[in-house]
DNA sequence: AGTCTTTTTTAACATTTGTAAAAGGAATCT
DNA sequence: AGATTCCTTTTACAAATGTTAAAAAAGACT
């Protein structure tokens, strides 16, 4: 990892303080990956080892539900990106992760931080924290699916994510909503 | 907690073992709860600072969204229930708990569990594992809710919890169902 | 500029689910 | 048993979303 990607720990810091050699264990446990537009960068059906850290650009993560592209979320600079289903359970995941813009990314080898739990606590902790926010915005969602109408689901997110509309291509953005393209465009042609 | 609760430790066995003294240093911060059949183990509007073993029963999570009762989750025998929502950020919670039969639980004090937390760093790892894997089942929920119909998530839910017809009234699996009394009446009518 | 491909919108029709009201059943209480 | 209340189903109609196909718009590539 290069010397000004402390965008990675200033992100941390939000969730815990780390001493410099927990900062240092991390370090040597990541890499630069930069990946063009349109590009796999974790392909489906492995394993999740990697947990990624967005320092630029814009992904999503994505299955196949019947044939059909199903965007599962997306993630913006500065936050993190994993297919937990596979993370945590060792199942090889069904999810992919594709760039959506040229991107870079700090990959994080999950197996090599896991072992840094037992000499550091403190990461264990940061990456409890960081899981259990993750956690509470994924219970939020289903309420939000459930209980909202596809049109009240795709205001918020264009007030959530303004910047979506420019960058992602809104058959993605429909998929995300759990709705079809066409629908889509109904709800926005009311505007 | 009374000596016979050995079902909570034999529950937490599966995530991660745990020597004698955190065994105790948990009991220290346990106590036994027995509620009656329909009514709140903890009431909507308060900060969740207790986490639910159910030793015994059936209970549910509950809320109001536009005046009527929606079910959130079920919580059987043997497993963990809490209002994670706010469990982990500190805000009152909007849902409630309350139970469906008359039920045994095993209350943990969510402040005292957190203080444990620095003294037994294998108890922070054991409540990381379980939030993992409850944090798994909600991503897998999310695909469920979003891409089934309501006549395939009916047939997945008894099929997983085929005694959950028996025990709870069908008004709660709608609700839990994200459709209504009727559209569920009308699933049930197909066979 | 022109061609090709992809993305988005529009239209017509089908299906699912919601809403409101009423009726039928089941459980509870005295 | 009778009364009361709650739960579940049924009916009729309305609204939202899906499906399929075609047209229009936007982007990519020579």
Redesign the interface.
């Known amino acids: 990892m290069n010397s000004e990607s402390n965008s990675l720990f200033d992100y941390f810091s939000q969730f815990q303080k780390l001493n410099p050699k927990a900062e240092e264990a991390i370090s040597e446990i990541c890499s630069d990956v930069h990946v063009p537009k349109n590009r796999d960068l974790q392909p489906i059906g492995h394993t999740c080892r990697t947990i990624y850290f967005v320092k630029k650009g814009l992904c999503r993560t994505y299955y196949y ?1 019947d044939g059909l592209d ?1 965007t ?1 979320s997306f993630a913006f600079e500065n936050s993190l990106i994993a297919r ?2 596979s993370l ?2 060792g199942i090889p995941s069904k999810k992919g992760i594709q760039t959506l813009e040229n991107s870079e990314f700090i990959g994080i080898s999950s197996p090599a931080l896991f072992d840094l ?1 037992d000499q550091f ?1 403190e990461i ?2 940061l990456f ?1 924290k960081i ?6 915005d ?6 939000s ?3 909202h109408t596809a049109e009240e689901r795709y205001k918020d997110l264009i007030r959530n994510s303004p910047d979506l509309l420019q960058r992602v291509p809104l058959k993605h953005i429909a998929s995300y909503l ?1 709705i079809t393209q066409v629908s889509l465009s109904r709800i926005r042609a009311k505007y």
Chains 1, 2 share one sequence.
């Open positions: 539900k199903i599962e937990v289903e945590f359970t739990y606590p264990e902790r409890r899981f259990e926010a993750a956690y509470v994924t219970v939020n969602r289903i309420e699916i459930q209980f759990g």
